[in-house]
């Protein structure tokens, strides 16, 4: 059974990239990473990694201070409502939406990224042709990485 305010990372993967909270996406995700980094129990899963960057970029969030909050042990509505509060930018629900919707559907976007995804793909399911952005694959990555069958 998943325990989301500790979860283990080493016995299953955060939530997908997918989920979100408040209209974001990642952010769920985020908050996971951060729980088990606090915790202990990230295994291979690092907090304020490249993706979760994307978020703390387009929201103006500072990861320690967002860290801080997660290990005061606030739900994720409260976070939720910490991040609204502290965004360093007017950001609208619509805009939050489109932020969302383009990383749901953003695809590696330069040789060296590209290369990676294409490595991954041939490791991982070479027979998949449905695998295409960056999410397909880090769902693909977490579902494999822990038993499943591409």
């Not at 899963?45 to 929201?59: E, M, R, S, V």
């Not at 070479?126 to 822990?146: G, H, K, Q």
Request: glycine residues 6%.
């Amino acid at each position: 059974m998943t325990n989301y305010s500790s979860p283990d990372l080493t016995q299953q993967p955060p939530r997908s990239p997918r989920v979100r909270l408040g209209g974001f996406a990642i952010l769920p995700r985020v908050i996971d990473k951060c729980r088990a980094v606090l915790a202990g129990t990230n295994g291979d899963y690092n907090y304020a990694c490249a993706l979760d960057q994307h978020f703390f970029t387009f929201t103006k969030i500072d990861p320690e201070a967002m860290k801080a909050e997660i290990a005061a042990g606030k739900g994720d509505g409260e976070i939720l409502a910490w991040v609204m509060e502290n965004l360093g930018r007017d950001l609208s629900l619509p805009d939050i939406l489109a932020w969302s919707a383009y990383h749901q559907s953003r695809s590696p976007d330069n040789p060296t990224y590209r290369a990676k995804f294409n490595k991954m793909h041939e490791t991982l399911a070479p027979d998949r042709t449905d695998i295409v952005t960056s999410f397909d694959m880090l769902d693909l990555d977490d579902y494999v990485s822990f038993g499943g069958k591409a």
